[in-house]
Nanobody, 118 residues
Framework: QVRLVESGGGLVQPGGSLRLSCAAS????????MGWYRQAPGKQRELVAT???????YYADSVKGRFTISRDNAKNTVYLQMNSLKPEDTAVYYC????????????WGQGTQVTVSS
């Protein structure tokens, strides 16, 4: 079982930026796709972005053009650069390995809280 630890969240004003990190306890170099998810209060967890080993990316429409996902296999880490943040981006952010549209491979970590507010 790989352990995923998210970090980098915090309180930021609208229009600001944050960079989230997801550190894996084992090598991710052979994991085809890694993803970032988020769950806002009272809402279901949703997929935000994914990145494959070849560098292909997917973004939810709500974050396209503002968020950038990247991975560093040497550091077993996946990143999410978030720019032009909006209040509706407020959520707990998690990383995991997607399997289809709704399933993931590993247990969810604690996530990292992102709050966008003035």
């Amino acid at each position: 079982q790989v352990r995923l630890v998210e970090s980098g969240g915090g309180l930021v004003q609208p229009g600001g930026s944050l960079r989230l990190s997801c550190a894996a306890s084992a090598s991710i170099s052979s994991i085809k796709a890694m993803g970032w998810y988020r769950q806002a209060p009272g809402k279901q967890r949703e997929l935000v972005a994914t990145i494959t080993t070849s560098g292909s990316t997917y973004y939810a429409d709500s974050v396209k053009g503002r968020f950038t996902i990247s991975r560093d296999n040497a550091k077993n880490t996946v990143y999410l650069q978030m720019n032009s943040l909006k209040p509706e981006d407020t959520a707990v952010y998690y990383c995991n390995v997607p399997v289809g549209p709704t399933l993931v491979v590993y247990s969810w970590g604690q996530g990292t809280q992102v709050t966008v507010s003035s």
